[in-house]
């Protein structure tokens, strides 16, 4: 059992490593195989590790995806609340679109990006009519 919680906990390490939450999950499968073996072979010392890394872990799988979950929403829906005249990464409105709009079918593309930060992001548009010039 004890390979178990250790490769758990490689995996765990690896993942978070990639910058993926789950990894923490794989922690949380570790520790709990630790307690298991820790309870049935009588080695009452693995706990004093084990359970404080437990919550530890869980307390970082939820702050990471509080984190992902308040990021994502606040740039996109301030961006589109202010009809792209905002920076989506930091608020301030130095923003300008640059290039040429790239047409793919019935969507457009536009590089834009933010004078103050740097950052840079792009404009996605969808066709949204169609107005009568010329016919025949
Ligand atoms: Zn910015």
Avoid at 25 to 42: D, P, Q, R
Avoid at 56 to 79: G, I, P, S
Avoid at 106 to 123: I, K
Wanted: hydrophobic share 40%; with cysteine.
């Amino acid at each position: 059992m004890d390979w178990l919680a250790g490769i758990l906990e490689l995996l765990g390490g690896w993942l978070v490593g990639n910058k993926k939450k789950v990894g923490f999950i794989s922690n949380v499968f570790g520790c709990s195989v630790w307690i298991y073996v820790a309870l049935t072979t009588h080695v009452y010392g693995l706990l004093i590790v084990v359970v404080p890394a437990l919550f530890v872990n869980t307390r970082n799988y939820l702050k990471w995806r509080k984190e992902e979950m308040a990021n994502k929403n606040f740039k996109e829906k301030k961006y589109m609340d202010e009809g792209g005249n905002v920076c989506p990464y930091c608020e301030s409105t130095d923003v300008k679109a640059f290039g040429q709009v790239q047409v793919d079918g019935a969507s457009g593309y536009q590089s834009a990006m933010c004078n103050q930060c740097e950052s840079e992001w792009t404009d996605v548009y969808t066709l949204t009519g169609v107005e009568e010039i010329t016919g025949v």
